[in-house]
């Protein structure tokens, strides 16, 4: 009687162990609004990312964004990343989880000037390719044991060249700088996702 008892408490007793979420694995779709990207002008995007968690306290983000940018009507910016972080979490919670984030991503930027119907300048752009290193806060809201919402904000600062705008004369003006090493010039990115779990691997 005394070990029937015990047994018919082993749900209990396991449902009353901390969830492990190591080995969790993620998919999301997100969007990005990126401040003064170009001449003060934000930029909103979309993407998508996985998540692959290595430790409790240890996430891995891999991402992509595709990030436009309206430059006063005279041209248009766009920007793709594509990149992965990684997440350290100093406390755990149920429902927020908050977490430091830095990473690495390749980044591809093009500029375009419009052609306003004064002066047609639409062939003039200028496109380059480098790197660029982010870092910054956010948190999980845990909806479900399925389903969370993310909310983050990092600053990205570019490894080599940039591209610059400015306005003047209401002409938009673009000119590549190359930098040696980090170039300080960067974007302020907060960054909203769905994500699902879909499983755990270990």
């Not at 007793?13 to 492990?20: G, I, T, V, Y």
């Not at 080995?23 to 003060?40: D, K, Q, V």
Request: include cysteine; charge should be neutral; glycine fraction near 8%.
């Amino acid at each position: 009687m005394k070990s029937t008892f015990l047994l018919l408490l082993i749900p209990f007793f396991l449902s009353a162990q901390p969830e492990r979420n190591a080995g969790s694995l993620e998919m999301g779709i997100r969007n990005t609004y990126s401040t003064f990207s170009a001449a003060g002008y934000p930029g909103m995007g979309i993407g998508g990312q996985m998540r692959l968690r290595i430790l409790e306290r240890l996430n891995t983000e891999w991402f992509a964004d595709w990030i436009t940018t309206d430059i006063a009507k005279l041209g248009r910016r766009t920007d793709a990343h594509i990149g992965w972080s990684v997440l350290f979490y100093p406390i755990q919670k149920k429902k927020m989880e908050p977490y430091f984030i830095a990473g690495h991503c390749f980044d591809y930027t093009k500029v375009r000037i419009n052609n306003t119907g004064i002066i047609d300048q639409s062939d003039r752009f200028i496109d380059r390719w480098s790197s660029a290193a982010q870092m910054g806060i956010g948190s999980h809201w845990h909806i479900s044991q399925v389903f969370n919402f993310s909310l983050s904000s990092q600053y990205m600062v570019h490894l080599g060249s940039d591209v610059h705008t400015h306005i003047h004369d209401n002409r938009l003006h673009i000119e590549e700088h190359k930098e040696e090493g980090f170039s300080l010039e960067g974007h302020l990115l907060f960054t909203l996702s769905i994500n699902i779990k879909l499983g755990k691997l270990w």
